[in-house]
């Protein structure tokens, strides 16, 4: 199941198999100078990277982080040597700096690093794969459009903010108090996520009115604002019926949230947030209402699934619009496109399995399945048309296809 987009050549087709294999470490020992790494094998007069040490670094906090160039190990699996070390173009920094470092930035779920390759594997540190990199920055994957700032994704913190609740009414019998207790915070997670993609749209259409878009995406951007209000209230009146009390959110942080915009900035987070997350988060929660049986979760999710999947196209013409505009920026959609969709696709839901799928909460599994087929058969084959494509202005959006 995923979302198509016509006007760009690309439709849903087959299973390509799962992305995350997109990953997996090359181990290809190719010593050929043109390929921009380092060899393998030196002797003692042949240069090194030239940065030694790792820095200690506090995930958690960010003025610990690099600022510069800097040296990160990951150190030998099972029977690995250096010989196994993946060459300069094939390593992937965030598994490195996760090795390096002991895990993601800021949490486990959802949050990359990104950083520049610059040297290696070092070869005066021959009982490691050690690499030199640069220019470190970080992505959280969330639920629909995150209200990213700095990198990090906001939500607001539970709390008593009036009508965030819409009066739902659902099936609880037989249901046990830790499964009730599941349900309601697994839609109480998912009302704070879409409470932020109000935000990440407030901002969203003021950056397209910064940039003098068409008055027509400015208008969708508006829309979607009220649409993420509509479903923060669905989904915490869920919550509420399953809590037995009400719940609710308090007020988000918008701190720094608007202090430059650009079209580049623009286009690489519209390409994050919109072509890839959304992309895949509604065809997530397409997935999610077919295994639904709850009448009101349900109602709920059908009208989640149909203005998830608008603002996901909306996020594609409005990068089509911008590359329309500024062509000179089309390098850089390609270089954002590819590290989007080369690393580990968002996820919804946190169930070990899919007992409560009859409440819209699918097994984890299930939601990275989904994302694999969307990323390999969607988003790839719609970026690459889009990159090429020489009539941006008929980009449509077509009704769901079925996988």
Known sequence: MAIALAGLGCTDGTDKGDADTASDTDTDTDTEPETGGIPH???????????????????????????????????????????????????????????????????????????????????????????????????????????????????????????????????????????????????????????????????????????????????????????????????????????GTELGVGGIDVTGSLDEVTHESVLVDTIREGCVNETICAAQAEAALEATTDPAIRAALEQIVEDEQRHATLAWKTVLWILKTQPELGSLAAETFAQATARPAPVCSQAQDDALASHGIPAEAEDRSVAARVLADVIAPCAAALLNTDDPVRVQASPTAKA
Request: with cysteine; proline share 6%; net charge negative.
């Open 41 to 243: 094998s030196y002797t003692d007069d042949e240069p090194t990277c030239g940065v030694v040490g790792e820095p200690v670094v506090d995930r958690m906090d960010m003025t610990t982080w690099p600022t510069g160039a800097f040296l990160a190990c990951e150190e030998f699996q099972a029977d690995e040597s250096f010989e196994d070390c993946s060459s300069l173009e094939n390593v992937w920094p965030e598994d490195v700096l996760e090795a390096a470092w002991g895990g993601r930035p800021w949490n486990d779920r959802g949050c990359y690093w990104y950083a520049e390759t610059v040297c290696g594997p070092e070869a005066a540190i021959p009982d490691a794969c050690c690499y030199v990199f640069k220019d470190i920055d970080y992505f959280c994957n969330v639920e629909g459009r995150p209200f990213r700032v700095d990198g990090q994704a906001r939500t607001a913190p539970p709390g008593t903010a009036p009508d965030w609740r819409a009066d739902t009414d659902i099936q609880l019998t037989g249901l046990s108090r830790a499964k009730r207790r599941k349900i309601a915070q697994h839609w109480a997670d998912a009302g704070r996520a879409e409470h932020a993609s109000v935000a990440a749209f407030s901002r969203f259409a003021t950056q397209l009115l910064a940039l003098g878009a068409p008055a027509g995406l400015v208008a969708e951007a508006t829309r979607a604002m009220a649409d993420e209000i509509n479903h923060a209230r669905l989904c915490f009146g869920i919550a509420s019926a399953a809590a």
